[in-house]
């Protein structure tokens, strides 16, 4: 196999074993991985890395994205060789790349959803400790309305206006719960999200049993005839990050479940997986 690598020219391998847009991404958005470049010599087992047709550049292969770039030898080098397997970490390529992705795509989601809860859960809060000094205000205002333009007030009002005055009689105990509740979501929002972000296997959990509770509520509010296309995209949204979490990442040991994910994970981030596409002659 090495006097084969050692033949061909370099160039993008034609055997891929999967797409390459999200490589070509990441290499876009962060450059290209490259190992061994700051090396004074090239050995023939480092052409996985790095290969020399001695004409004045070296060809390097990207790690990531498996594209080979020019570059000329360091004036200065800073090691004999190109670093030894053992000390190179890979990056994410392939489904494992492709699976950070989506899980970021979903923190950001979590991320929307805990500062609109976060500041929802301000205003309540805030909204309970200084109500006594805003009912007086609020009521000549809803006078001033309904002397101008008629129509119902107080508890009989419909709409902002008739929401806004429950929210002025209701329990002060109610007000400060309601609060708290969505404090404790928003914050477990931003668990997700910090979570997800990390791709840390316990919050793939925590989204997947937090997503799947609140289908029951968005199910029955749609099954009551309170339709809109708002709680629509929210069920879809919610279902499919739902149906990604259980399937993709094969929770509690669906589909193989831990072993199997790293298993994936090994077979596309590996130095065997880096073999596997070797450009051809």
């Not at 004409?55 to 030898?73: E, I, M, Q, S, T």
């Not at 994936?264 to 002659?281: F, I, N």
Request: glycine share 10%; proline share 5%; charged share 25%.
């Amino acid at each position: 196999m090495t006097e084969d690598i050692m033949d061909a020219p370099p160039g993008i391998g034609s055997k891929r074993h999967h797409l390459v847009w999200y490589e070509l991404f990441e290499c876009a958005r962060r450059g290209h991985h490259l190992e061994g470049t700051d090396a004074a010599r090239v050995r023939g087992t480092d052409a996985i890395l790095v290969k020399d047709f001695g004409d004045g550049l070296r060809w390097h292969r990207c790690l990531r994205c498996d594209a080979w770039l020019p570059v000329r030898p360091a004036a200065h080098p800073a090691r004999e060789f190109p670093p030894e397997r053992a000390d190179i970490d890979i990056p994410l390529r392939g489904k494992p790349l492709r699976d950070r992705y989506v899980l970021r795509l979903i923190a950001l989601d979590r991320l929307v959803h805990f500062l609109v809860l976060g500041v929802l859960s301000i205003a309540v809060l805030g909204f309970a400790h200084e109500r006594r000094r805003l009912s007086a205000p609020f009521y000549r205002t809803m006078d001033l309305l309904q002397n101008g333009v008629g129509g119902p007030t107080g508890r009989s009002g419909r709409g902002m206006l008739g929401e806004l005055s429950k929210a002025f009689t209701a329990r002060s105990s109610t007000l400060w719960a309601v609060g708290l509740v969505v404090g404790a979501y928003a914050l477990l929002e931003g668990i997700e999200a910090i979570g997800l972000w990390l791709a840390k296997r316990w919050a793939e959990y925590l989204t997947f049993v937090a997503t799947t509770v609140l289908l029951v509520p968005e199910i029955y509010e749609l099954a009551e005839g309170r339709i809109t296309p708002t709680k629509i995209l929210t069920l879809a949204i919610n279902v499919a990050i739902s149906f990604y979490l259980l399937s993709a990442k094969r929770l509690f040991g669906l589909r193989g479940g831990g072993k199997a994910e790293a298993a994936e994970k090994a077979r596309d981030t590996s130095w065997e997986a880096l073999e596997r596409v070797l450009p051809g002659p």
